[in-house]
């Protein structure tokens, strides 16, 4: 972990090394801040013969008020010097935060980028996002202000040991007596307060899976009347996460009159001893009070230290579940010399492919198929069938467990995944629209679109008359937060995209499904000129969709039973004919070339 530490404060090693220069000044002014005052208690008014050092600045005048004015004097520097040295070490320590805190939302969110889609199968969004935020802000807290104390209490307890030693060892060893015992209950709590911050975090992230949840899922909470059960549902996740914190804060709310009894223990012993040697003259009252003061100077950063156990615990814990992210190594396997994968016709053949999410548990088992160019390839079959993850192996999200995947005959493991899908279009039911302006989201699939390009795609997809009818055209900000709008429109939107990537390869799952009659026929003359000239598997439910295709394959249970057109898959009276007499003669437009 320290070693991850240090890996995110490495570029920034120049402004580190500008904080411990100042955090070094910033030591040797708390320790000479109290000698000022001795020298007015023992020199201006008992008579004592100044340091050496007060002789030098005061060019050997031992008289009370020049000695007056160069402790008032030393009092303004040590002051002026502290503050100084204190700002640089606080500016800087904060920049240090915030830039680390960015590079590690950075790489985390871009390796969340390079998983594939297997690792999400299996993860809540909910502790991912509270990992980028709420984790890395403790992080950024902890380098920010934490460890910029721990080390200048750290500088600060070594330097005052130093002098207290010097001054009167006896002393010292009174004071520091019980430390040891401190030492071992700090590091005894240090493990309880670590469990406690993962249990309290661990609960924050579900509940906000749960907020997650229910928002994004309003309309179906609403139209099922759930907002009472939802309610219900976080506020017992909400008390749960009130009950680990409450415990975390009883385990820390121990630290501090442990440390506070101690420290009491130890300050009386000295003072009882001190106040002894100065009433047997042997110890002047100034030295007492320069001792007393570097020993409430010593165990303030103890105390310090002490409860900063605390904030140690919950960064570690953070970077801890920060590591766990970026340690996930579930990545497709990259080729030592992957090809990029050049425009082409858009050739797909499936060689004897078997795949399961799990391997003792397949989805799909032995497909072979071969889709030529510029073909319709309909993909049916009942529930659970595999046809979504049929289509999920072409742009590569998984890899088969066996047989092989291939686009005008290149191996799809072969290929860089970043080529191999700038060849693969999706138009999708739903279309998922970003908190974007609309041009920023038709040209999603392709960045470098100029303008023109991304009104031509939204001509061609039956969308640019209601876009140029929106408040600000094309810049008008649709999405979460966004203008709503209607489903047909957001598919028409999609559709835009998808003719805006220009890819050879189009995968479409049911994309006119829950249109009204108006809608689905404004995307059907979208979709057949985004269907012009690609290899296009689409998804169908209602068979009519695909009467036109020029082959159809029909799953069931993960097998392959049937393939060929819609007139001699209905004459075959196999699964395919039993699925057409199941459903509805109201007639469906159809997809064609």
Not at 50 to 66: C, E, Q
Not at 153 to 174: E, H, K, P, Q, Y
Not at 437 to 454: C, E, F, L, M, S
């Amino acid at each position: 972990m320290i070693r991850f530490a240090a890996r995110l404060v490495r570029p920034y090693i120049s402004w580190l090394a500008l904080v411990l220069a100042a955090m070094l000044v910033e030591t040797v002014m708390a320790l000479a801040s109290p000698w000022p005052l001795k020298i007015v208690l023992d020199s201006v008014l008992g008579g004592d013969a100044p340091p050496a050092i007060v002789d030098v600045v005061s060019g050997g005048a031992r008289d009370p008020l020049t000695l007056l004015n160069v402790a008032v004097a030393g009092t303004l520097i040590i002051a002026l010097l502290q503050a100084g040295s204190a700002y640089l070490n606080s500016y800087y320590a904060v920049s240090i935060g915030q830039w680390v805190a960015h590079d590690l939302r950075q790489n985390v969110y871009a390796h969340l980028q390079r998983l594939s889609l297997s690792y999400y199968d299996r993860q809540q969004v909910g502790p991912l996002v509270s990992t980028i935020t709420d984790d890395i802000n403790v992080v950024q807290d902890f380098v920010s202000t934490s460890l910029l104390d721990i080390l200048v209490d750290g500088l600060t307890i070594i330097g005052m040991l130093a002098v207290m030693f010097t001054l009167n060892w006896r002393f010292t060893s009174v004071a520091l007596a019980l430390t040891p015992l401190l030492a071992v209950f700090v590091y005894r709590l240090r493990s309880v307060i670590k469990t406690a911050t993962h249990d309290v975090r661990r609960r924050q992230s579900e509940l906000v899976t749960i907020v997650q949840e229910g928002l994004g899922a309003m309309r179906v909470v609403k139209a099922f009347g759930q907002g009472r059960f939802e309610r219900e549902r976080l506020g017992a996740k909400s008390l749960e996460s009130v009950q680990a914190a409450l415990y975390a804060r009883r385990v820390r709310s121990l630290l501090a009159p442990v440390v506070t009894v101690m420290v009491a223990i130890g300050t009386a012993a000295v003072l009882w001893f001190g106040a002894r040697l100065v009433l047997d003259e042997a110890m002047t009252a100034g030295a007492l009070v320069v001792f007393m003061t570097y020993l409430q100077r010593l165990f303030r950063p103890i105390q310090s230290l002490a409860r900063a156990s605390t904030d140690i615990a919950a960064a570690a814990v953070g970077l801890e579940r920060v590591r766990a992210v970026l340690d996930a190594d579930e990545r497709l396997p990259r080729a030592a010399h992957a090809h990029v994968l050049e425009r082409g016709p858009g050739r797909v053949v499936f060689d004897r492919v078997s795949f399961g999410y799990a391997p003792e548990r397949l989805v799909l088992t032995d497909v072979s198929f071969v889709a030529e160019p510029g073909q319709l390839i309909g993909v049916v079959g009942p529930s659970g069938s595999g046809k979504s993850t049929l289509v999920s192996l072409i742009p590569r999200f998984y890899d088969p467990l066996a047989g092989t995947v291939s686009i005008d005959g290149h191996n799809l493991r072969e290929l860089s995944v970043r080529s191999l899908r700038r060849q693969v279009a999706f138009v999708l039911q739903e279309t998922q629209l970003f908190h974007a302006p609309v041009w920023q989201n038709i040209a999603y699939g392709r960045p470098d679109a100029t303008r023109d390009q991304i009104i031509d795609a939204a001509r061609l997809a039956q969308a640019h008359d209601f876009i140029e009818a929106l408040p600000d055209g094309y810049d008008t900000l649709v999405g979460h937060g966004g203008l709503p709008l209607s489903g047909g429109q957001r598919q028409r939107i999609g559709i835009a995209r998808a003719m805006v990537r220009d890819a050879p390869i189009l995968i479409m799952d049911e994309p006119s499904s829950g249109l009204d009659a108006e809608s689905e026929r404004l995307v059907f003359d979208g979709l057949r000129r985004l269907l012009t000239g690609r290899t296009t598997f689409v998804i169908a439910h209602n068979l009519a969709t695909i009467q036109h295709a020029d082959q159809i394959l029909v799953l069931d249970g993960g097998r392959l039973v049937e393939r060929g057109t819609h007139t001699d898959l209905l004459s075959a009276g196999g699964l395919y004919a039993r699925l057409g007499r199941t459903q509805p003669a109201a007639p469906v437009r159809a997809l064609e070339h």
